[in-house]
């Protein structure tokens, strides 16, 4: 009986599946790596550019209102007459502005009370439905700005003369008179992520 030659297999040893294994965990770690890193990347740009939207809205809303203003006061809920701009402890800015749209033909002024303040970490933009007898309870809230640690606001008289309140007290100004109507209005916003941004507001009511 005639016996063959012993038969030869050909393969990979055990250790050499090992080492093959091996080096793929490590391309496909150092792959995931480089995603995640590309992905975080991509969520950060994004997040930043969602902020930097938020907040140049939020200022074109400031700059249209401010330059918008007319001298025009109003009569409070108890017939008291206000301002046409107040301005509270730096932090409460309330006037009377023109071009309110009125694309349904409402009987009503195209005046609008509008205030500007901080609320719970974030811009508020408040207006009122009407312009004389305003109530709080019938304010419309709109959140400019989150992420809002701080804000302030002062008024630019026109003899040149800052205040951080208005009608300024004592401040030889005729609230009756043009020389009560502010020549600007400075808006500091300091954020949580840019920290403070500070914006200029000519006032030409």
Not at 114 to 138: F, K
Not at 168 to 188: F, Q
Not at 189 to 203: I, N, Q
Request: hydrophobic share 45%; glycine share 8%; aromatic share 8%.
């Amino acid at each position: 009986m005639k016996h063959g030659r012993p038969l030869h297999y050909s393969g990979f040893t055990l250790m050499e599946l090992l080492i093959a294994v091996a080096v793929f965990a490590v391309l496909g770690v150092m792959a995931y790596g480089g995603l995640n890193a590309v992905l975080t990347t991509q969520s950060h740009t994004e997040a930043e550019a969602t902020r930097l939207q938020t907040l140049q809205l939020a200022i074109r809303f400031l700059e249209r209102d401010i330059l918008q203003f007319v001298a025009r006061p109003i009569r409070d809920q108890f017939g008291d007459e206000q301002p046409a701009l107040r301005l509270e402890d730096e932090t409460a800015l309330v006037f009377t502005r023109a071009g309110w749209r009125n694309p349904a033909h409402l009987t009503r002024s195209h005046f609008q009370r509008v205030a500007y303040l901080l609320e719970g970490g974030a811009l508020i933009r408040r207006t009122w439905p009407v312009l004389d007898g305003l109530e709080n309870d019938s304010a419309l809230n709109f959140t400019l700005l989150p992420e809002v640690v701080d804000w302030k606001v002062r008024v630019l008289d026109s003899k040149g003369g800052w205040h951080e309140s208005w009608p300024p007290p004592g401040g030889g100004l005729d609230t009756r008179s043009g020389s009560a109507i502010p020549a600007a209005v400075e808006c500091t916003l300091t954020l949580e992520h840019w920290g403070e941004v500070r914006r200029l507001f000519a006032v030409t009511g």
